[in-house]
């Protein structure tokens, strides 16, 4: 730190300069991400909400309200009408307390001291990291030809150190969905914790079943989904950071409680303590913004261009790794190596993604990759082919 005060002018500037080094998702270059820029409004009531706490709520009980409102409108959305949770930084915080939830669950009910988590191939790298946090072993269930959960593979690796089962409503690599009504099914029968992770899907998987589409059942509908996991800041279009964490009883957050003595409430949760109550007011604010049907015709244009691209893709030559259920398109060249065509597509300043499950080209149709850069990409993809 230097010695004197810096004009705010000059500091500006510097950042501005450095700020150019960042990609713009407005560009549309950005084809691997499932974040995207947060709407106008979102970002106006975040603004207002800077200074607020949510992990001391009693100073701040109208953010609280608010969060708590915001909870209530994603269970609902999600078939819950009284839900526990809250708005924590996004997907992977979420995810880890969830499993956090299901260890303290299965440690006070069943006595399990050394825990399994039953997790997907295609699972997020989140429970990696919870696993490790909360000292807890992983088994991996195998996928079947359709890169899904082999539900057979899964009930051959419960055990009775299982504490958690874990499916994905809209895989981070394909976008694909598990099928977890199945899964809620093995859950509920052998009494294991069920956790969907849906931090993709949960916002669009709803709004598309309203338009017409065929999507598997994945909601607290299923009497076996004990939480799922919601990102707002993916096509919630609400700023970074907003991911969600919904349970089905409130006992699940009660055995994750620590006492908070100096705070204005006794226990607390979250993982985090200290929380910015403005990913709660700008989440309300967007909800409210673009009620059901506004996230309908969000959710039918990004399906639209993602069949658009997916059929674009066919036409060139390339092959598709598996029919979209959601807006991401997996894909490779018939004749050269996943890694070269993702140099290729970064030599022309495309920033792709390439999946490990399998090894392919990822696209996520975002709301900040219009037609037109589709085409433009279509064009690109034409002159490597």
């Keep these: 730190m230097q010695d004197k005060p810096i004009d705010k002018e000059d500091i500006l500037k510097e950042l501005a300069e450095i700020h150019e080094l960042d990609y713009d998702y407005a560009d549309g270059r950005i084809l691997g991400s499932m974040c995207t820029e947060a709407h106008p409004f979102a970002k106006e009531v975040y603004c207002k909400f800077l200074d607020t706490n949510l992990g001391d709520p009693g100073l701040f009980k109208g953010t609280k309200f608010i969060e708590n409102e915001v909870v209530k409108s994603i269970g609902e959305l999600l078939s819950l009408d009284e839900a526990y949770g809250n708005i924590v930084t996004g997907g992977t915080e979420a995810n880890i307390m969830a499993i956090r939830a299901a260890r303290n669950h299965a440690r006070k009910y069943k006595g399990i001291v050394d825990g399994e988590i039953i997790i997907p191939e295609s699972a997020h790298f989140s429970f990696k990291k919870a696993a490790d946090m909360l000292n807890l072993k992983i088994v991996e269930a195998a996928l079947d030809e359709n890169y899904k959960i082999d539900v057979d593979s899964l009930k051959n690796v419960i055990s009775d150190k299982t504490v958690a089962i874990v499916a994905i409503a809209g895989t981070t690599e394909l976008g694909l969905i598990d099928p977890i009504e199945e899964i809620s099914k093995i859950a509920h029968e052998n009494n294991i914790y069920f956790h969907v992770d849906a931090a993709f899907g949960g916002f669009s998987i709803p709004f598309l079943k309203e338009l017409g589409y065929d999507l598997p059942v994945f909601d607290f509908s299923l009497p076996g989904v004990c939480s799922i996991t919601v990102d707002p800041h993916k096509m919630g279009l609400a700023p970074i950071p907003a991911g969600g964490i919904i349970f089905r009883k409130e006992e699940y957050l009660e055995v994750m409680a620590v006492d908070s003595p100096y705070l204005t409430v006794k226990t607390q949760s979250t993982i985090v303590g200290t929380r910015l109550g403005a990913s709660s007011a700008a989440t309300y604010a967007i909800m409210k913004y673009f009620g059901r049907q506004g996230y309908c ?23 598709v790794i598996c029919e979209p259920e959601l807006n991401i398109v997996a894909f490779n060249h018939p004749n050269m190596d996943t890694d070269v065509l993702a140099e290729k597509l970064e030599d022309l300043d495309w920033k792709v993604s390439v999946a490990k499950c399998p090894r392919a080209i990822r696209v996520v149709l975002m709301n900040h990759i219009k037609k037109e850069h589709l085409k433009k990409l279509l064009e690109d993809l034409k002159e490597i082919y």
Excluded at 301 to 316: A, H, P, R, S
């Design 297 to 319: 015709k969000l959710a039918a244009q990004l399906m639209e261009n993602t069949q658009f691209f997916n059929e674009g893709l066919k036409e060139i030559g390339y092959e």
